[in-house]
């Protein structure tokens, strides 16, 4: 092994300030060098573990019972309407006329009906179709008409559609309260949810009917959530759903079967 020291030292002075820049440049790049590698690897370190970072069900899931549509009109009214303006609720009507091209649709599964007729006016087959459904029954109101505007150049053509569900004067309702339905329905069914992306979610629907002695029948899934298993546990945590049910009662206070959805997915499904 070759004597460092001692060529060190016969070194003159100008020799020996070379060789001591030499050895701190030396050290300087390794040092540098090593903490660019540690920095580098840490910050590796810490997109790994964010990426990886699952929570059990990130998503926020929705889970409601109510009628098929928002939009609702008792069989009563109903069956009394004269024109389109009987059934469409004060904010669907307001600030437009001259109704044309009125299209009524019952709409029953894959088995649809329609009937159309010149305007606001419901024609004879029209009020007959709809005078013959029941509570639970969904329609479709469809039209042309005009905007009410102070210029009265404005005569353009806009198309109003209007879904709506029938139901009785007076819904049925859960004997332990709403809360205490959804809080049984999410917990029932937050296993078998946890393997949910919200990328593959579809908009799940499983209806039920309460019936008039306030059991729970004729449960079936109407629409997928992308998962079969989950909609296996959906249609079983329904068919199971615990407590009484109040049925729903007519105008005469007289019990009625009412069906009513379980809607399960995202917001605005």
């Avoid at 499983?206 to 992308?226: A, C, I, M, R, Y």
């Avoid at 206070?253 to 009513?260: F, I, P, R, Y």
Wanted: proline share 4%.
């Amino acid at each position: 092994m070759p004597d460092i020291f001692g060529c060190i030292k016969s070194l003159n002075n100008s020799d020996m300030k070379k060789y001591i820049i030499f050895i701190c440049t030396i050290f300087a790049f390794y040092l540098l060098a090593f903490t660019y590698t540690k920095n580098t690897a840490s910050k590796k370190s810490a997109t790994i573990t964010h990426c990886n970072a699952h929570p059990a069900n990130p998503i926020d899931l929705v889970y409601k019972v109510d009628s098929r549509f928002t939009n609702r009109i008792t069989k009563e009214k109903l069956h009394q309407a004269k024109t389109i303006i009987d059934i469409l609720p004060e904010k669907a009507t307001h600030s437009r006329s001259n109704y044309h091209n009125v299209e009524i649709s019952v709409l029953n599964g894959n088995c649809n009906s329609s009937i159309s007729g010149k305007d606001e006016n419901l024609n004879e087959k029209q009020i007959d179709l709809l005078s013959k459904l029941d509570y639970s029954s969904n329609i479709l109101v469809k039209s042309n008409f005009l905007k009410n505007t102070i210029t009265p150049f404005d005569m353009s053509d806009n198309y109003l559609t209007y879904y709506m569900t029938i139901m009785p004067e007076h819904q049925a309702s859960y004997g332990g309260g709403r809360e205490s339905l959804i809080t049984y329905l999410r917990e029932h069914t937050k296993d078998a949810t946890s393997i949910i992306s919200k990328s593959r979610l579809q908009p799940g629907k499983v209806s039920f009917v309460v019936t008039k002695n306030g059991s729970v029948e004729n449960v079936q899934l109407n629409s997928t959530s992308g998962y079969p298993s989950v909609d296996e546990v959906l249609l079983a945590t329904v068919t199971q759903i615990p407590g009484e049910w109040k049925p729903a009662t007519n105008s005469n206070g007289e019990a009625v079967d009412q069906e009513l959805i379980f809607f399960f997915g995202l917001e605005g499904c």
